[in-house]
């Protein structure tokens, strides 16, 4: 019982303070609205004193005794409630009223002054003369002025002004409207980055080893200008356009050398700028004709207010052809070199920078191989003369040994890749394959596929003696069915011997690749 009272304690000290608390609250609620009523009629007291006092002082101003006297109107709760406080009022309204009787001001008079009149002022009258202005008469013309007569015109004279008039109309009618039809036929530069470019397709095996490069005309593989050595960017330049980055689409140098051309060797030949070059390879024909030069000019103008500098460059190392079918600065790489763009010295950059300009005659394959050296050290030269590189470097760069990759067909695993590309033109059909630039990875193994050539083909020559001439393999995953290495014949490119015989290839399910 005791450990009960114990824990009630605090719940009445709680109660106890709730009950206290709302105690003062209802004291402080009380005196608040005491405060506020008093303060309200205080405030009406003194509007009442104050109005009997202006009343007080308008009856003194007129002199006279009132009819009835002023009293003050309390309001009757007022009265009622605080009789007291009523009472101290009306002796202070008392007291008020008779020390404000005792009061009188002295009347003042304020003495009368009159102004003293001015004398009136009278202006004589003056009358000014009349003046006369004489007249003026110019003495008559004895001799009459005669114009001559235009003389008349024959029927042949009216039929000329015809014809010229004519002439001149239809002038100034046409040729707006033929300038606008030409100006609206030139293809929008906007295409240089919406159009669809020929991009080349490349198969892959499972390790990432590249297998094979499909292509239509144009083997192409676009690179960001960030990839692209500095070395290659500044050839390009010293030798192309170096005054790429001041220009504004044309070059007025360019363009007075290309009329030197025209007017003497009655050809269109250089002047033209790397934006030029990019409209001409992307958006034109290669016509050489003077009205070509002209819509270059025209759209390549256009093309520099829409394109930063460096977004056109990037366009032109990846658009412009190098020679053959490589497109392209990393296909030209890849092709000359068998190397990535990334990774070509000074001496190869500036050998592949002198290949847009006439990538037949220039190229290193062609039948006058030592052009493409001739133009290299002209590009070097170029590059010393912009500051780009020092006569050291360029230099070590002509002393430099090339080594070029040799020109061949680049096909591993030649019916297995075949396969699969027919596979993928019956599925997407065969523009997509050549232009889409797709990466496929396949199933093949690379290392697999080399020993399983050289499998069949030993055991091709071990079988001769029985007159075996050919054979074929495939190794597949019995657990996932992919396919691991495929060989159709000995040689894919022996015809004689029976080499690409697509009749022999084994019927393999599509999905397992």
């Known amino acids: 019982m005791p450990a009960q009272l114990f824990l009630l304690i605090p719940f009445l000290f709680v109660e106890i303070g709730d009950v206290v608390r709302m105690i003062f609250r209802l004291i402080f609620s009380y005196l608040i609205i005491t405060y506020n009523v008093t303060t309200a009629n205080a405030n009406k ?11 007080k002082k ?33 002796a202070y309204a008392k007291y008020v009223r ?17 102004l003293p009149k001015l004398p009136r002022v009278v202006l004589p009258r003056v009358k000014l003369p009349t003046v006369t202005v004489p007249r003026l008469r110019l003495p008559a013309s004895k001799s009459t002025v005669i114009f001559p007569q235009p003389p008349a015109l024959t029927m042949s004279d009216q039929i000329k002004s015809f014809i010229t008039g004519v002439a001149v109309t239809l002038l100034f009618l046409l040729l707006p409207y033929n300038a606008y039809q030409w100006l609206k036929a030139l293809p929008n530069p906007q295409l240089l980055t919406k159009r669809d470019l020929e991009v080349t397709t490349k198969i892959y095996d499972r390790n990432g080893a590249l297998l094979y490069e499909i292509y239509a005309d144009q083997n192409r593989t676009p690179i960001p200008l960030a990839e692209i050595p500095e070395t290659v960017k500044e050839a390009t330049i010293a030798i192309e356009d170096r005054d790429f980055y001041r220009h504004s689409g044309f070059s007025i140098r360019g363009m007075l050398r290309a009329a030197r051309e025209i007017a003497f060797n009655n050809r269109i ?57 490589a497109w392209g600065v990393e296909t030209a790489a890849q092709t000359y070199f068998g190397k990535s763009i990334k990774n070509v ?28 050296f001739e133009r290299q050290a ?33 096909i591993r695993a030649p019916h297995f890749v075949m396969y699969v590309k027919g596979i993928l033109e019956r599925r997407y059909g065969a523009r997509l394959v050549e232009r889409g630039g797709l990466r496929i990875i396949t199933s093949l193994d690379a290392s697999i596929q080399d020993k399983t050539e050289d499998i ?36 894919y490119f022996n ?9 022999r290839e084994p019927s393999i399910c599509a999905g397992q690749l």
């Open 378 to 410: 002209e590009v070097l030269r170029r590059m010393v003369e912009d500051r780009y590189i020092t006569a050291e470097e360029a230099k070590a760069a002509l002393a430099e040994q090339l080594t070029f990759a040799a020109p061949r067909i680049a």
């Open 98 to 114: 008779i020390q404000m009787s005792k009061v009188s001001l002295p009347a003042l008079k304020l003495p009368k002054f009159r």
């Open 456 to 491: 069949v083909r030993s055991h091709i020559e071990a079988l001769r003696y029985l007159r075996v001439g050919n054979g074929a393999a495939v190794v597949t995953d019995p657990k996932t069915g992919e396919i691991l290495a495929m060989v159709g014949s000995k040689d």
């Open 58 to 90: 308008i009856q003194k101003r007129q002199r006279g005794r009132p009819k009835k006297s002023l009293f003050v109107r309390l309001p009757a709760r007022l009265v009622t409630r605080h009789s007291f406080l009523v009472k101290r009022i009306k």
């Open 269 to 325: 030949q250089g002047g033209s700028t790397i934006t030029q070059q990019l409209i001409k390879s992307a958006l034109l024909n290669p016509e050489v004709k003077l009205s070509r030069k002209i819509k270059e000019i025209i759209l390549a103008f256009w093309a520099e207010r829409l394109y930063s500098k460096n977004q056109i460059l990037e366009m032109y190392l990846s658009q412009v052809p190098y020679g053959g079918t």
């Open 345 to 372: 010295t000074l001496a190869e950059a500036a050998l592949l920078a002198g290949l847009p300009a006439a990538p037949s005659e220039y190229s290193p394959f062609g039948s006058h191989p030592e052009k493409a």
């Open 495 to 503: 015809l004689t011997d029976d080499g690409n015989p697509h009749t």
């Open 45 to 55: 007291l003194a509007q009442a004193i104050t109005h009997w006092m202006k009343n």
